[in-house]
């Protein structure tokens, strides 16, 4: 009788788990944007809390993208490279590029969109303008 209370209890808490939206998947994405946060104020010192949850990213498995939507005034996020979707915009923010090491984010790159030096191993859709969104929590 017990082993079917606790199969029960266990299903019930997986379907509930399945009608709730997964909230673990969206506490996970809260905490991939709070790292990614926390790196770029970490590498690039003169960034604020308040100023990073303005930016745009685009946010990988590996790498991540941000956009500063006040450098230079007026600018548009999104492009990386010619070869991202959508291409580099005529007048592109300036990028932060961040790779993933275990829990934290490192700078790897910074400047504006087409100059940038990549490392190795960067996607070239990374910085699609169709999966950026607000680094805010």
């Not at 959508?86 to 961040?98: F, K």
Request: proline share 8%; charged share 20%; aromatic share 6%.
């Amino acid at each position: 009788m017990r082993g079917r209370t606790i199969r029960a209890v266990v299903v019930a808490a997986v379907a509930s788990s399945l009608a709730s939206g997964c909230p673990n998947s969206v506490e996970a994405e809260s905490s991939v944007r709070s790292a990614v946060a926390a790196g770029l104020i970490a590498h690039e010192g003169k960034l604020t809390l308040d100023q990073v949850h303005t930016f745009s990213a685009h946010l990988g498995d590996t790498w991540a993208v941000a956009y500063d939507p006040a450098v230079p005034a007026g600018c548009a996020p999104g492009g990386l490279t010619n070869n991202t979707p959508g291409g580099i915009p005529d007048r592109p923010c300036y990028v932060y590029l961040l790779h993933r090491r275990k829990s934290t984010w490192e700078l790897k790159a910074k400047g504006y969109p087409g100059t940038l030096a990549l490392p190795d191993g960067v996607p070239e859709k990374l910085g699609d303008k169709g999966k950026l969104d607000y680094l805010a929590p």
